[in-house]
């Protein structure tokens, strides 16, 4: 089974939108064990639109669309689509209504562009609107078939979930359901969590599903992804079970290597293990300069146990509010005394600190990257060292996590 | 002129990375005159890109491929240009050379695997590189040509601009220059910005050239885009020309609403300023939890006008470290306070303040996105109130580059 995908829309060419749609399906398909050998991006020109859709079919089973569904003038996939089919468009009265609805439920008039949206190529079948006002289209020319989603990205990705990768499934003459987790590690390179998953691995090369695959995701750390298939009578729950089962071996090979799963970050990871100790934490920075108190607040609710932080980017601001000792700032005593003053400062039951050096230039004869993470209130006050690379920006998101980690495997071990 | 876009990669097809190449290489093919119709993503598979290369020369008169230049066995860009132009791929030594030296400069042997990088199709011109090892192309088929750029983007822009676009003009038959220069507004909706400009939109009309364009950037404000077109024996001084012309006279109309040109951020605005002035600065944060702070010490030299700054996010933290009066801290008495606070308590000149409400629930009864901007130590302490839209993260980003315009506007005014 093939499927390419075609991204409309001038504004996609002439570079005012980046095309991100195309991407996400094409990962989408594969995972659902779907070939996506092209991804063309055309302008909003019906016959180019046409010639898009028709050369794509002459090399695939399908192709999806997206994008061109809109209430406007220049919103021209239905036409070329219908081109392609050799019919007309018709208007489905069941479709009027609903838009007329969507409208009226916002206490506005329905206008007369819209009625485009319920305009559909004779014979194509519609994916219902959940979210916006443009209807999907299942559209099939012979034993091939198109499909238009609207290119708002969330309306999109709920359409291809729901409609369009079951029918493509169901053509594909298989009842499969697919499902993926992603477990997020902190504190090993990509090798080394491959070499902690070697005896998975070895075990699941024979079968072929589950699989685990990894993702290096810079200063979100690696990424774990298993998929499962699921087929039989429930294949959702057949597919479920399989995750379930693999994501238990998985963890207990990385243990406190996982801090998150799918889109859970550090920061969500550290204000869970905050809450559950019953703890407030006060941050101290200095070279990420509030980037620490930024992800934190991020959350909402995070003053239930964020109290604040002291930005101490001049030294003096670190000797005089934070009550460090007068002297050099780029070591772990001033790491410790920082996250002291924080916490005491700030009257929170734990105090993170972060002094160092993000460059361009050394400092106090210490080389760029050289960053001390201090921590207080948790058992011994105490500082680790770390020594990253890359550039200013990198090492201070580097920073950002790896303080983050600190902490939430303090909170983890009960301080 | 027709140009299309190639873009080369399986990990484009599979959703790994996200093809930015192919939209930022449309806007540049476009500000340059040339229409870019079609956009194809395809796979590392010889017999693919051949077929896609040239489908887009019976379409266009010059395609842009960029990625599979690399070291790697799955880099087949060269052997498929050679397929299509149906010729041998060659070794140049003088590349060889070059690319040993690369390699040597480092103290590294080269791999034997980078040799691929000096074969060249026969008939084809080299690209120089200046920043990696794989030399870009220019291969010409009768009156068409194909061009093979390296797919990292630092990369692939610089040879773009040097040597793909002049010889696309060449081609055209033309000797044109394009330049462009952003001038980046905060304070005023697009609308009201080009209500300013109407003067000048009018007088363009006739001519053409230059252009100005709106690019509304949400929270980075409303960019006014510039460009001009030279032509004649000196195209580049032409277009410089038009271009400082007509900035001059949009600045005219634009006033101080203008904070930064091209990549200039509010941050690097404020922090110019404030240099210029001779000023330090210390901030107070709640709603935003630092990024005021993260933002300003992403620059480079920070340390110059910055001192740090208090994350006062819980309510007792502004009363009893920055001394602000007990009682409602949405109001634009505290935020003055928490900017005289900040700036006492760390020793600054200027105090810079923000409190407010980013939701996702109201507070004190003050509604989600109320916000108070505070300074002190610039004339007259003051606060001024916004009414924010969005959900939790727009309001937060919108606060700090209100809070930055606030702040260079009184740095302007003299304090």
Not at 48 to 54: D, G, K, L, T
Not at 56 to 66: E, P, T
Not at 205 to 218: K, Q, R
Not at 271 to 279: D, E, N, P, T, W
Request: net charge negative; glycine share 14%; charged share 20%.
């Amino acid at each position: 089974m093939r499927c390419d995908v075609l991204a409309i829309g001038t504004e996609l060419l002439l570079g005012q939108i980046v095309d991100t749609n195309s991407a996400w399906i094409g990962e989408q398909l594969a995972l659902a064990g779907v070939d996506c050998l092209l991804q063309v991006k055309v302008g909003d020109n019906q016959a180019r639109i046409a010639q898009a859709i028709s050369e794509a079919l002459s090399r695939a089973d399908a192709v999806v669309c997206c994008g061109g569904l809109g209430p406007t003038q220049d919103d021209i996939t239905r036409e070329a689509i219908a081109l392609v089919m050799g019919v007309e468009l018709e208007t489905r009265p069941e479709l009027v209504e609903v838009i007329r609805g969507l409208f009226a439920g916002r206490g506005r008039e329905m206008p007369a562009n819209n009625l485009r949206q319920a305009q559909v190529p004779v014979g194509a079948a519609v994916i219902p609107q959940t979210r916006g006002t443009a209807p999907g289209l299942i559209c099939p020319i012979g034993d091939r078939v198109v499909y238009a989603l609207p290119g708002v990205p969330h309306e999109m990705k709920e359409m291809l979930a729901r409609a369009v990768l079951p029918d493509l499934v169901a053509r594909a003459g298989e009842s499969v359901t697919i499902r993926s987790r992603v477990l997020r590690t902190w504190g090993l390179g990509e090798s080394a969590v491959a070499e902690r998953l070697a005896p998975r691995l070895g075990a699941l090369d024979s079968a072929g599903n589950p699989t685990i695959a990894f993702l290096a995701s810079g200063v979100e750390g690696i990424k774990v992804r298993i998929t499962a298939r699921g087929t039989g009578a429930d294949p959702a729950g057949a597919a479920e079970s399989l995750l379930a089962g693999e994501e238990a071996e998985v963890r207990a090979l990385l243990g406190d290597l996982v801090f998150g799963v799918d889109d859970q970050t550090m920061e969500a990871a550290v204000g869970a293990s905050l809450l559950a100790a019953g703890k407030t934490l006060a941050v101290a920075e200095s070279l990420t300069g509030g980037m620490i108190g930024a992800r934190l607040t991020a959350i909402p609710g995070a003053s239930d146990w964020f109290r604040g932080g002291v930005v101490s980017y001049a030294s003096e601001v670190k000797w005089k509010v934070l009550g460090v000792t007068e002297g050099p700032v780029v070591t772990g005593s001033a790491a410790v005394e920082m996250a002291g003053g924080a916490r005491r400062l700030l009257g929170a039951d734990v105090g993170l600190a972060v002094t160092g050096v993000a460059g361009p230039t050394e400092q106090e004869g210490q080389p760029v990257g050289t960053v001390w993470v201090g921590l207080a209130g948790l058992g011994e006050h105490r500082a680790k060292r770390l020594q990253l690379g890359g550039d200013r920006e990198h090492i201070r998101q580097m920073t950002v996590i790896s303080a983050g980690d600190i902490l939430r495997r303090a909170l983890l071990a009960g301080g």
